[in-house]
């Protein structure tokens, strides 16, 4: 990984997969009038990280993109005026050595709009002294699909 990363990140941050997972969800959420911090966001992965997401709710289809298309794909017209977020709700960690999984339930916010209830897979692997996000796969429901009341549980 040599001239990775970007960005070099605090320990307290990638000492931990728990740190490293807010710190992405953190970063991904922006004010109105501003974007994320792309080069300290790519920082958490791995330079060769794989993301399988349903990036909108309205996407037809998962996408799945390397660090560079996802930061073009994410960012549609209108959303840098009107900021977003994600706001975790629960998450579900298994972990052994160097590996680590966690399951989160997060709500996504285009500006103003009712949040979004979605679900993300991330993979981590500990190299080089510290934790990396590999792969991050996401769904989102489509309109009209109803989240199952389980997956939700427990998330108030």
């Not at 941050?13 to 728990?18: G, L, M, R, V, Y």
């Not at 009038?33 to 958490?44: C, E, H, T, V």
């Not at 794909?73 to 298994?94: K, N, P, S």
């Amino acid at each position: 990984m040599e001239n990775w990363p970007p960005v070099k990140l605090e320990h307290s941050i990638t000492a931990s997969p728990e740190a490293l997972v807010d710190e992405c969800y953190r970063l991904i959420s922006f004010p109105a009038g501003s974007l994320p911090g792309w080069d300290r966001f790519k920082s958490l992965f791995v330079e060769n990280a794989v993301l399988a997401l349903r990036v909108f709710p309205e996407d037809d289809s998962m996408s799945v993109m390397n660090l560079d298309e996802y930061a073009r794909r994410q960012i549609r017209d209108g959303m840098q005026e009107e900021g977003y977020t994600e706001t975790v709700l629960r998450q579900e960690w298994f972990g052994f050595g160097d590996v680590c999984e966690t399951r989160v339930i997060f709500q996504m916010q285009f500006g103003d709009r009712e949040p979004v209830p979605a679900f993300d897979i991330f993979q981590l692997v500990r190299l080089d002294g510290r934790w990396w996000i590999a792969s991050i796969t996401g769904e989102v429901p489509k309109p009209g699909v109803e989240v199952p009341g389980d997956l939700l549980a427990g998330s108030g």
